[in-house]
T-cell receptor, first 114, second 114 residues
Framework: AQSVAQPEDQVNVAEGNPLTVKCTYSVSGNPYLFWYVQYPNRGLQFLLKYITGDNLVKGSYGFEAEFNKSQTSFHLKKPSALVSDSALYFCAVRDQTGANNLFFGTGTRLTVIP | SQTIHQWPATLVQPVGSPLSLECTVEGTSNPNLYWYRQAAGRGLQLLFYSVGIGQISSEVPQNLSASRPQDRQFILSSKKLLLSDSGFYLC?????????????FGQGTRLTVV
C-alpha cells in the first residue's frame, strides 16, 4: 500500500526566510506524489506533482518540491516565505490500483511570522 | 475549464436527521469522484470513490452512503446522523487518466450535528 508521512505538525518561519515542509513516502512501484494547500474553511488547492525524472518540481505560488529517491522524500520548499503562505499543507500519494485513490498525510501547519 | 461545485457550505443538523450533500463537476466527462472527511481541521479520510455512474466503493464502514446518479453528480447521504458525523466534507474529482493525475477539490461542507 502507498502512504506518506509528514513528520512535523507545525512549522514556523520568519517572513522572507526559506521554508521547507517535509514529506516522506512509502510506495511499491513508481511514486505519484502531490502537494496541496488548504486555507481555513476551504477546500484543498493543488500546488504541484512529481514528474518522473525531475528531481526539482516547480509549482504554483513560487513553491517547488525536491524529490529524493534514496531518502524517499518529497519536501516542499519556497526560497522566501510570505505571510500569506500561512496555511495547512498536505502531501499525498496515489494508489496505483483501481480508482487510483489519493491518500493524504496528516498535514503540516505552516505559520509565517511577520 | 473544469469546475466543481459542492453545497451547502455549512449545515447544522440534529442527531437522527437525514443528510444529503451534493457535488457536481462541470467541463469534463467520466471523472473519478471522491468524498473525503476532514476531522478537527487535520487529516483527510477517504470515504467513498466512484469510477462511473452507479459504481460506488466505500473505504470505511460507517453511517454514510454515496450515490452517483449521473456522470458528474456525486451525493453523500445518511438516513440518521450521529454526533460523530460532524466534520468538514470535501468532494473531489480527477480525470480518469491514471495515477499521475491531480485531483481538484470543492470548497467543502462544514457539517455540525447537534
Amino acid at each position: 500500500a502507498q502512504s506518506v508521512a509528514q513528520p512535523e505538525d507545525q512549522v514556523n518561519v520568519a517572513e522572507g526566510n526559506p521554508l521547507t515542509v517535509k514529506c516522506t513516502y512509502s510506495v511499491s512501484g513508481n511514486p505519484y506524489l502531490f502537494w496541496y494547500v488548504q486555507y481555513p474553511n476551504r477546500g484543498l488547492q493543488f500546488l504541484l506533482k512529481y514528474i518522473t525524472g525531475d528531481n526539482l518540481v516547480k509549482g504554483s505560488y513560487g513553491f517547488e518540491a525536491e524529490f529524493n529517491k534514496s531518502q524517499t522524500s518529497f519536501h516542499l520548499k519556497k526560497p522566501s516565505a510570505l505571510v500569506s503562505d500561512s496555511a495547512l499543507y498536505f502531501c499525498a500519494v496515489r494508489d496505483q490500483t483501481g480508482a487510483n485513490n489519493l491518500f493524504f498525510g496528516t498535514g503540516t501547519r505552516l505559520t509565517v511570522i511577520p | 475549464s473544469q469546475t466543481i461545485h459542492q453545497w451547502p457550505a455549512t449545515l447544522v443538523q440534529p442527531v437522527g436527521s437525514p443528510l444529503s450533500l451534493e457535488c457536481t463537476v462541470e467541463g469534463t466527462s467520466n471523472p473519478n469522484l471522491y468524498w473525503y472527511r476532514q476531522a478537527a481541521g487535520r487529516g483527510l479520510q477517504l470515504l467513498f470513490y466512484s469510477v462511473g455512474i452507479g459504481q460506488i466503493s466505500s473505504e470505511v464502514p460507517q453511517n454514510l452512503s454515496a450515490s452517483r446518479p449521473q456522470d458528474r453528480q456525486f451525493i453523500l447521504s445518511s438516513k440518521k446522523l450521529l454526533l460523530s458525523d460532524s466534520g468538514f466534507y470535501l468532494c473531489a474529482w480527477s480525470a480518469n487518466r491514471g495515477p499521475n493525475t491531480e485531483a481538484f477539490f470543492g470548497q467543502g461542507t462544514r457539517l455540525t450535528v447537534v
